[in-house]
């Protein structure tokens, strides 16, 4: 069976990356996988945070999960934390994966930063986390932005160390091609990899200190419409094909902007706003932006007027994760040796 697996940290405010480079690809993945969607909130304390903050932006995150179109009959959706099964087959993966491996993780190298030795070792060890929350669901596809891949990388090497290092036991207990399987990353659709508005060579984050670094998926139309005018670009006029966007990463990136809300090709646009000014493309990108994002925006606030909605939602979910994740724990228990 091919099944779906993926999650996003409530450490802020969903933004414009989140939605193109994963979300929008999850909703669809929901027509052809078994889809497991999760709030991590555990990855998210890998960075200290304010505690009432942090269970306001879990349900925030899980509004905006449903908001975009998960739909929760069809797919699991959970909070990480609810599930005690992540942190256990996390503590297995942290006796499988090798220091060497850790330290080559260019997001914990750039989250550090210069002072590493007071990182919590909590934040280091985030990938192995991460592998534990998709292998306990042994997904085959994880639906992710670019910036992941290098984790996702690791999750193949915890499998496949995992597998061989339990080889004998992993054919008794009848799995003969390995216990965990090998997890593709599925890095696609129209923007794997959207920028900050204020430097086009930084991708948008939740964490940027500059709010007009990226659009929020709660913005109203006016804040929309002002960070997309002030958006950084050059001053050259909008070229008519793509190779002309070359070197250009801020005009670039508000192009890849406008062809994935408006579901139409990079040179389909450029074609339509080729030549122009930069202004006249600018009014088209908020007015499209608001027209996509105000729905959106509105079911957010309508879901979040009734929060014990959402908790049932990630009540629900987690009971229905709960299944699947203990009988990967009890096969893994018995593959590693622990006593049941
Ligand atoms: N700029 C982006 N473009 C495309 N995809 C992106 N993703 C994040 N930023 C972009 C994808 O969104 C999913 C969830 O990410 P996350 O919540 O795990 O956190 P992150 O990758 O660390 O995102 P942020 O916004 O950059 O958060 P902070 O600032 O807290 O680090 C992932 O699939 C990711 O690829």
Redesign the pocket.
Known sequence: AQRVF???????N?????Y????VNWVKMQDTHDCVYCV?DM??IT?WQDPAALKSAIRE?TAAYLAAGLDPKKSIVFNQSKVAEHAELAWVFNCVARLGWLNRMT?FKE?AGKDRENASVGLYAYPCLMAADILLYRATHV??????KQHLELTRDVAQKFNNDFRPQIEAAGFADGFFPMTEPV?QGP??????LRDGSK??????ASDYA?INLTDDADAIAQKVRKAKTDPEPLPSEPKGLEGRSEAENLVGIYAALSERSVEAVLAEFGGGQFSTFKNALADLAVAKLAPLNADMRRLLADPGFVDGVLKDGAERARVIAAETMNHVKDIVGLLR
Do not use: C, F, Y
């Not at 923007?191 to 900050?196: D, I, K, L, P």
């Open positions: 993926s999650g996003m940290q409530p450490t802020g969903l933004h414009l990356g989140n193109l480079g994963a979300l991590v990855h998210a960075m995150v997001q989250k639906p992710v932005g670019e910036d992941q890095i923007a794997t990899r959207v920028m900050s991708k948008m984050s939740k964490s940027d990226r």
